[in-house]
């Protein structure tokens, strides 16, 4: 009896074996959790890809719905990271200061030319920053006054819950409001969408999106990426990771990444890397 447990215990051991060394042996998975940017939602996606297919014990979770809807669920404990295309405002850190001692701690991970979309069919293909604020504040309305065609101009504009509305609104238009006629779409591909369709259209985004569309001079200035790296474009930003604290663990082990091997990504993805990666 005593020989028979003795090798039924030498089975269980090598089968045991077997099975840590098998790459379909199941191990406990780690999950990462993104939300927030729409700019960054392609970025962040591509990102999760790689990662995952380098670490196939690690599950990362993308999801967009604007900068502020990010922040929200950071502040919850919702996500691990939240995307940013604009800083935290003083209100989001106060309140990620009151439950976990401290502001949010912002990682650079992109720069990013705000893009402004124009139809191809549109003979309009450079504006002055100041005729860009007068277009979204509704002063000049039709695209005859800025040498195009005699079509009422419609304007598109992101929902308040977006980094990039913010972002425009205080750089572009100075703090001063939105055109009341200005039609509000939900993300950055709906924007894309109504431009490419709509040839008295015009809209703002991130350079990655509307490959298809005119990306309209600013000032006679392109948003290239030699005149993003030199400062040269008048609408630049950084793209940002928030994380409530300094990442551990896995989230950062994610983020170390994003600033080495998946500055790569960003090249590809048409934002701006902070370095060239290797």
């Known amino acids: 009896m005593k020989?028979?447990?003795?090798?039924?215990?030498?089975?269980?051991?090598?089968?045991?074996?077997?099975?840590?060394?098998?790459?379909?042996?199941?191990?406990?998975?780690?999950i990462v959790r993104l939300k927030g940017s729409d700019t960054m939602l392609i970025l962040a996606t591509r990102w999760a890809?790689?990662?995952?297919?380098?670490?196939?014990?690690?599950?990362?979770?993308?999801?967009?719905?604007?900068?502020?809807?990010?922040?929200?669920?950071?502040?919850?404990?919702?996500?691990?990271?939240c995307t940013a295309s604009r800083p935290l405002r003083a209100q989001e850190a106060r309140m990620l200061a009151e439950k976990y001692r401290y502001i949010g701690i912002s990682h650079l991970v992109a720069k990013d030319a705000l893009s402004v979309y124009l139809n191809p069919e549109n003979p309009v293909q450079n504006l002055s920053l100041n005729q860009l604020k007068q277009i979204f504040q509704g002063e000049i309305s039709n695209w005859n006054q800025v040498g195009g065609n005699n079509d009422p101009i419609l304007v598109l504009i992101r929902s308040p819950n977006s980094g990039t509305h913010l972002y425009f609104k205080e750089h572009v238009l100075e703090g001063e409001s939105y055109s009341p006629f200005a039609q509000v779409m939900p993300t950055t591909a709906a924007i894309v969408n109504a431009v490419s369709e709509n040839r008295e259209a015009i809209g703002y985004g991130g350079t990655a999106y509307g490959t298809?569309?005119?990306?309209?001079?600013?000032?006679?200035?392109?948003?290239?990426?030699?005149?993003?790296?030199?400062?040269?474009?008048?609408?630049?930003?950084?793209?940002?990771?928030?994380?409530?604290?300094?990442?551990?663990?896995?989230?950062?082990?994610?983020?170390?990444?994003?600033?080495?091997?998946g500055q790569k990504i960003v090249k590809q993805v048409g934002y701006i890397p902070l370095w060239e990666a290797n």
């Open 212 to 261: 298809n569309l005119i990306h309209c001079q600013i000032n006679g200035i392109a948003p290239t990426e030699e005149n993003v790296r030199n400062d040269t474009y008048p609408i630049i930003r950084y793209l940002y990771l928030y994380t409530t604290n300094t990442p551990r663990g896995e989230v950062k082990s994610f983020i170390d990444w994003v600033l080495k091997d």
């Open 3 to 30: 020989k028979y447990l003795i090798k039924y215990i030498l089975i269980n051991i090598i089968i045991l074996s077997i099975l840590n060394c098998s790459p379909f042996y199941h191990r406990q998975t780690e």
């Open 49 to 81: 890809e790689e990662y995952m297919k380098l670490n196939p014990n690690v599950s990362v979770y993308v999801e967009g719905g604007g900068t502020e809807k990010g922040v929200e669920a950071l502040i919850k404990g919702k996500v691990d990271i």
